[in-house]
């Protein structure tokens, strides 16, 4: 009978068969490691070793895998900063091309500024405006006078929304400061622009008894209840596109070069 190290070379070399066939355990390498009540403890003590080192090897793997990134991000960023340095020089000394760009022309290569606009999210008025249409409807609920639909003055409740929000803008600050930009306030567009997410968490068993309140809403509604919003780029564009104003989120145009 072999002893405890020789059992662990001869796991290791098992697992090592078993990975080189893509995880595909046979009935023969099966049979090689059942524990059998002869060698029970010798055998628990073996895969305990070779679980030891599998755990090294992965340890190993991260720290590679974590070196690699680092080594990555670096040179990304060096990237980043020699693209910035030739923009830069495009700018300042190309020609003015067709469309009113710059252009550099090498022995082997032409450059040239290429003008591209991104939609950023202003995570800061898009929350708040969840917030207060969220918190608006659910004290009209509660007042019994909520009304939704197609029938909804979009307008005014917008206007109670901002009357909501200006209230809370233009309110001192603890030191009694006054606040340092004038409100600006929201819009339809941004109304349409902010989507929402719903989920909750909660037991079959508490929405059948404790939270049957919402075992009902479940059963009426397909969501609920965990609310998160961000805004829809596309929407955001096509909203910019026929001028109507977005204040959640801003168009960004961005200068950056082209090297052929």
């Not at 090689?32 to 070793?49: P, R």
């Not at 004038?182 to 622009?193: C, G, I, M, N, S």
């Not at 909660?202 to 961000?230: R, T």
């Amino acid at each position: 009978m072999p002893n405890i190290f020789e059992l662990g070379t001869q796991l290791q070399k098992i697992f090592e068969v078993i990975e080189e066939n893509d995880g595909e355990l046979t009935p023969e390498l099966e049979e090689e490691l059942n524990i059998t009540s002869q060698n029970f403890k010798d055998k628990i003590e073996a895969y305990c070793q070779v679980l030891t080192i599998y755990k090294s090897d992965v340890d190993c793997c991260k720290n590679e895998k974590d070196r690699i990134n680092s080594i990555q991000n670096v040179k990304k960023n060096t990237i980043e900063r020699i693209k910035q340095r030739l923009l830069e020089a495009v700018e300042q000394f190309g020609e003015i091309g067709k469309t009113g760009n710059k252009v550099v022309e090498t022995s082997t290569r032409k450059l040239y500024t290429k003008g591209t606009t991104s939609i950023e999210e202003n995570e800061v008025r898009s929350g708040k405006l969840t917030q207060y249409v969220i918190n608006f409807i659910r004290e009209l609920q509660e007042q019994g006078i909520l009304e939704l639909g197609e029938e909804i003055d979009i307008n005014g409740f917008l206007a109670s929304i901002n009357a909501i929000a200006k209230a809370e803008h233009d309110a001192p600050d603890e030191f009694g400061n006054p606040p340092v930009e004038e409100f600006e306030p929201y819009t339809v567009a941004d109304l349409q622009a902010v989507k929402l997410s719903c989920s909750f968490e909660k037991s079959l068993s508490s929405i059948l008894s404790s939270n049957a309140n919402l075992g009902y809403f479940i059963a009426a509604n397909p969501f609920a209840c965990q609310i998160n919003s961000s805004i829809d780029k596309d929407i955001v564009k096509a909203l910019n596109k026929v001028e109507l104003t977005v204040t959640v989120a801003d168009e960004v145009k961005k200068t950056s070069v082209v090297i052929k």
